[in-house]
């Protein structure tokens, strides 16, 4: 347990199906990120909210899309993903994503498969 | 165009000592990350380098030459439960975290 957690652990959806990832952190952090993991690739950053604020979005297709209600919670909405985007979405969270030694503790993923 | 790399798989022996590298091109530099990450679990933190040198952290130690744009990870004293993906990683002048395919090591006993 990091203290962060990602729910579900396992989706498999249509591609017209919408569902949604979230994340909870209990680290008292600002900041907080998704990123998609794809086998053999580098770790690719989707969307980054510090203190409640989107700071990043990496050009990300508009069928995801990222929700921050507060500074404990983030959710990534999905809606007519395709094939492509099955991989491992993971959620992180570091005290304030504008500092040079700025630790992330990672949440264990949402392995999403699209069929 | 930045870049990270790093060898996408090694091997050693239970006991012994191995050495994972990690070569970077990026727009300036604010530190390097080394994480592990265990199949199936979240990457855990296990190193920042900020100057030039050799971080030693127990078993594990980091060393970084920024005028050669080049970091190793050193493991000791291999364990099976030291069985992972190592990711480095290197922020940018930015402060965007640049990431490696990560190098997946296998122990054997």
């Known amino acids: 347990e990091t203290g962060v957690t990602q729910t579900p652990r396992h989706l498999v959806m249509g591609m017209t199906n919408k569902k949604s990832l979230k994340c909870e952190q209990h680290l008292g952090h600002n900041a907080m990120y998704w990123y998609k993991q794809s086998a053999k690739k580098p770790l690719e950053l989707m969307f980054v909210y510090n203190f409640k604020e989107q700071t990043e979005n990496n050009s990300v297709p508009s069928r995801f899309s990222p929700e921050c209600p507060n500074s404990s919670h983030l959710f990534l909405h999905l809606h007519t993903l395709q094939p492509e985007d099955s991989a491992l979405y993971l959620c992180a969270s570091s005290q304030d994503a504008a500092t040079g030694a700025n630790v992330l503790t990672f949440g264990a993923g949402s392995r999403l498969t699209v069929l | 165009g930045q870049n990270i790399d790093q060898p996408t798989e090694m091997t050693a022996t239970e006991g012994a000592i191995v050495q994972i590298n990690c070569t970077y091109q990026?727009?300036?530099?604010?530190?390097l990350f080394w994480y592990q990450q265990h199949a199936g679990e979240a990457p855990t933190f296990l190193s920042y380098n900020v100057l030039d040198g050799l971080e030693e952290k127990g078993r594990f130690s980091s060393f970084l030459s920024r005028s050669k744009g080049y970091s190793y990870l050193l493991l000791k004293e291999l364990q099976m439960k030291d069985s992972a993906s190592y990711l480095c990683?290197?922020?940018?002048?930015?402060?965007?975290?640049?990431w490696g395919a990560g190098t997946k090591l296998i122990i054997k006993p």
């Open positions: 990026t727009s300036g530099f604010n530190g």
């Open positions: 990683a290197v922020r940018d002048s930015n402060y965007q975290l640049i």
